[in-house]
């Protein structure tokens, strides 16, 4: 289940005066544009943030992707796993360290080392193994081999398997977006490319290769594998997807034909992967995944700790398995496996699911002049990876989902032209002229000005030009004019656009806001006085409360929630929670119960380490409208008592509404 998390708000020497988010974070927009030695790259679904003034090993402070896996973030009551990602690879790439063994415990031919990491996975595998067979998914042990394999053997193997989510020109159609939109890190792929070869497993503690049909681990000091239950559920999932439902090689390259496709299916295959992980942790103690409600899922969590970019492939692929399991029960979820959405906004919008389908949108033939030019890509780039790179160029993430949504059909062609220079022509067709109206509100800072790069919207089509110099960029321009653009409009597609818009408006007027010093939170009735010296800020779409930093920590206090499926027992939840500290390093110091209001909620205090500082942790949950609330104050620990006369202070000025 997923527990409460405390925000770990760091700061690095290279940049004192602003936060330094480590790895599981990023830092907010606003500390980003107050520090001019910090930067963003970003580069498909990956987002760098360096220190610019620092050399290129030291400098990479964040890191992940949608298809890297996070697997861990530092949570509050329990380690937190978000999307356990599944990477594929040629037979042989993950080496193992140690001997690989499959699910019965017997050894595979290789070369004899150390047993105990090995037998502790591979005996871990096995009870999850039973865990998933008595939930009614059994894996075959005899066809999967698990491998514990030294870091860097496991980011090499990651960094080698990736290339099967990607399709042919991807970095070079990633890297002219940025271009287009002004991005000034992520302008070349191969610099794209390296990055990710280089850092797509550094997050990644364990993954499922279909090929070695292997369950691997990674062998280091972060790695406790005795904690990894959820993860190891997840990526059995996996296994069980590669052995019932038809094979991952064949799923994989059925949708390999388009990038935005492939997203899409990649969305699907965790989701299942997700549901069944969370229905056998829930069916441990009794609950049904029945109960489970696909719109009550908070996703702090997964966009503090990875970014929206990469947290929304799994919380959307977990919605739309969700609800497909409401529809029909696990054959429909199976069937949405053999037959995924045909467009990553489909899987973002389950309402859309085989109802609003895709426009074929065509270019016009290459001009003459770029007749010799070679076309690094020409494809569809889809609502999801619209989304996210409206999110690099937009501070405000209600702006750059609505910005995105209304999608209706795209394609992108990119030519790579002589001394490395870029030219691309862009045709996005949208549901409705306010949808592309939408588009170019959060574009047009970003375009406003510049020479050789264009936006021309007409009706529900916009045309997007972009090149280096003159002659490219007027022939496009000329071409992409006189193209055709005529496209008969869908009226439930504009309305079930506009009916996402209307829920995510409705959402936005619950944020949290502060008003005569108390921090308001609409969505749970609550309000309380912000703390003296506390500002409100806004990190990754998340909404928090911090301190200036002080020996590079920033104290903070967050919020979160999750689905009540334990009826307001408070204390039975704390049980829960506990246990799982238990398995962690972080230290329970106390819990105990009070009565606010009608309501009986938990105070509990941890400790919990973080990289060179050790965190103090107090919270407060409490049970209301049928979800989980938790209000963590997260302070240094040598800052004795700071964090409890926080939470202190809150429960005093607490309100209920």
Known sequence: MVLPYFCNLKVRDAAPTGLHIPTGTAPSEQYLSANPNIERLAYEDFVVVQVTNR????????????????????????????????VQGERGTARAQHAPTNVRGQPTPTTSTPPSRQAIAATLTQEIARDLSQFGFVVDGRHLNVVVASKATFVEGLAQNATHFEVPGMFEALSAMARLFGIHQGRDPNELRALARGAIGEATLAYYDHVSKSLVFRDDAETRILNLESLVAHELAHAYQDQAQGGLSQFIASHRNSLD?????????????????????????????????PDIADTTVGRLASGESFSIVYEAGRRFALLRYRAGGWQEVAEAFRNPPTSSEQLLHPEKFQRDLPTEVTLPSTPKLLETAAVAFDGTIGELLLYNRLLLISKDLNRARIAAAGWDGDRLRVYSLSGGAVAASWRILWDRKGDAEQFEAVTAAVLKGRKFVRLKRHGRITDLVYAESSRPFDALAKALAAHPDKFKAEARDAESTAAVEAVWDAAEKQRPYIAADRWVLPEYGLSFEVPSSYTAITLRGVDLLASMPVEGFANNISLVYEQDLFDGDIDRYVREAKHQTELTSQKWLLDHTVTLGHSKAAIVELEVPGGQHLMSMSMLILSRGGKWVTITCATLAKQKGVSRGLLAGIIQTLKFD
């Not at 992707?65 to 937190?80: K, P, W």
């Not at 549901?275 to 609950?287: P, S």
């Open 55 to 86: 050399p290129q090993a030291d400098n990479l402070m964040y890191l992940l992707s949608m298809r890297r896996g996070h697997v861990l973030f530092a949570g509050i009551l329990a380690t937190v796993v978000f999307g356990c990602q599944l």
């Open 261 to 293: 496709g492939l997203r899409a299916a990649h969305g699907v295959l965790e989701g299942q992967a997700v549901l069944l992980g969370i229905g056998v942790e829930w069916h441990k103690r009794g609950i049904s995944v029945d109960r489970l409600d």
